[in-house]
């Protein structure tokens, strides 16, 4: 996980942000992930928005060394990069830039320096004015997430608090499957800042997107009953969701245990099988029921393929 804090502007912000980064390194700690931070310590010799290319690239050399001498891919690296974006943003119309002591991060910036990367990315960012963000960096294999639902909300945003609050926190998770997803954790943030509004008696000023399917498209958090996308998009597209709710920053035992090729096969069928649901009217009873089965069948097979396999060693096994 990469936390990038940008230029604060005044004293009370910079402690709020600063406040942020630490629930995620937290949150870090906790999941066993990487925690890496741009924008809390003195600035160097390099520029921030340096430092962020140099550890991008840093990544595009792991992946790089996935592959044999002829190119060809060892393994799809299974563990997902985290990019958080904390402190606020710009649009003037055109281009949108997350604001850095010295020189600003703009979209085509991270479209440069995310498209090497073959790993699944997450990219979070929670500046006013993020929403263009999900537009330039929508790609199959990243799930992105917005502060905000244009380039046009430039108030401040308080989203950013509320997702580093519920993405490890058990009361953000919806299906009670021991776990919060990050999908779970967009739907309770954003509920988190309606209720502020509300509560302020004041217009919301902000309302987060994600996009995880890459059609650069987004689905705000009221288009959601529990974990289900319940509403319909314009022109049948697709709505977002179930790849975010496959993630998790800090995994349940149960899923922990599952083997690396074993959870990534069931994901693809979930995805499948959710697939098949939302296209049920398409189908008669017994053709949805034909396509239906074999897809249970295989999960219920990797849930035994894991059984037999049995835990992962811990450190006392070691």
């Known amino acids: 996980m990469l936390v990038v804090v940008g230029a604060a502007g005044t004293a009370e912000y910079a402690m709020q942000f600063a406040a942020w980064a630490k629930l ?27 430092r962020i290319q140099e550890i991008l690239a840093a990544q595009e050399t792991e992946d790089r060394g996935q592959r044999t001498e002829d190119g060809t891919q060892k393994a799809e690296p299974s563990s997902a990069l985290w990019l958080v974006l904390i402190g606020h943003g710009t649009f003037d119309g055109r281009t949108a830039k997350f604001n850095l002591r010295g020189p600003d991060l ?19 960012n929670t500046a006013s004015s993020s929403a263009p963000f999900l537009t330039k960096l929508s790609a199959p294999g990243r799930i992105v997430i917005t502060a905000t639902k244009s380039g046009l909300e430039q108030n401040y945003t308080r989203f950013g608090q509320y997702l580093a609050e519920a993405i490890i926190d058990p009361r953000a998770d919806l299906d009670k499957d021991g776990q919060t997803s990050l999908l779970e954790a967009f739907l309770s943030a954003a509920h988190a800042v309606e209720q502020f509004y509300a509560a302020a008696g004041r217009l919301a000023t902000e309302h987060a997107l994600l996009d995880d399917n890459g059609d650069a498209l987004g689905t705000p958090a009221n288009w959601f009953r529990g974990i289900r996308p319940v509403q319909k998009a314009r022109d049948d597209a697709s709505l977002d969701g179930y790849r975010a709710h496959q993630l998790h920053l800090l995994s349940s035992p149960a899923e922990a245990a599952l083997p690396p090729d074993l959870r990534a096969r069931r994901d693809q069928l979930e995805l499948q099988l959710l697939e098949l649901r939302d296209g049920k009217a398409k189908f008669s009873e017994e053709e949805y029921f034909t396509k239906l089965e074999p897809l249970l069948r295989e999960i219920a097979h990797i849930y035994e393929e894991a059984d037999k396999a049995g835990p992962p060693p811990t450190s006392d096994d070691k």
């Open 24 to 50: 995620w390194e937290q949150a870090c700690a906790k999941s066993n992930a990487t925690y890496m931070a741009v924008g809390l310590n003195e600035p160097g010799a390099s520029s921030d928005r340096a």
């Open 106 to 124: 703009a979209t085509s910036d991270l479209a440069e320096w995310l498209k090497p990367l073959r790993r699944p990315v997450v990219l979070i």
